[in-house]
């Protein structure tokens, strides 16, 4: 299966998600536990290959504790 072309902005809030993971102290599987996902699912969402829309990503602001404008900058 051929890589997905990501943005330059896509790229982004990709970097910014998983700092925002680090920031909150926890590992991949940490979160994936509390959103009750598989860690690959956060796995791929930090890679790019899941491409998350707006609720999975407030689901993800809520849990590390940022503003959904702090993926958005």
């Known amino acids: 299966m051929p890589k997905a072309i990501h943005s330059k902005e896509h790229k982004a809030i990709v970097a910014r998600l998983r700092r925002a993971r680090m920031d909150a102290g926890l590992k991949q599987v940490d979160a994936a536990k509390k959103l009750r996902k598989q860690q690959s699912y956060i796995s791929r969402c930090e890679s790019g290959e899941h491409r998350l829309d ?20």
Do not use: D, S
């Open 54 to 73: 707006v609720i999975e990503l407030r689901e993800f602001a809520r849990l590390y504790g940022k503003p959904l404008e702090f993926f958005m900058r």
